[in-house]
């Protein structure tokens, strides 16, 4: 039993209508972007408290491993050098910013 065959004028019209969806849906969409970055110096100056970053002060120059010895309140984030930051704020999140060889550089909530 052979499979029928479209014919070319089947074709064309399938083809079209196709083409036309597509551009359909390409057209009077708004651009999509992801979430703002910025440095993260930016968000360490809104001096955001509550995620206990005093009492974690001494750390500064000292790995960011050695963070892992300490009950954080919250989340914590670990900024490399360059990296950028989203402009969410959650107090009780702990952002480490740590140079090439991973020593602390800066403790701030947010």
């Known amino acids: 039993m052979s499979q029928p ?3 070319v004028l089947s074709r064309f019209a399938l083809g079209t209508a196709l083409a036309g969806l597509l551009a359909g849906c390409a057209s009077g ?3 999509v972007s992801g979430p703002v970055i910025v440095p993260a110096l930016s ?3 809104k001096d955001v408290a509550g995620c ?3 009492d974690l ?3 500064n120059g000292r790995p960011f491993t050695d ?3 300490y009950r ?5 984030r670990v900024l490399r050098p360059g990296q950028g930051v989203t402009q969410d704020l959650m107090p ?3 952002n480490a910013q740590i140079d090439a060889k991973g020593a602390i550089l800066h403790l701030f909530c947010g």
């Open 5 to 7: 065959r479209l014919s």
């Open 29 to 31: 969409l708004p651009a």
């Open 43 to 45: 968000l360490a100056q």
């Open 52 to 54: 206990g970053k005093g």
């Open 57 to 59: 002060s001494h750390l």
């Open 67 to 69: 963070l892992a010895g």
């Open 72 to 76: 954080l309140m919250g989340q914590l």
């Open 92 to 94: 009780t999140r702990l």
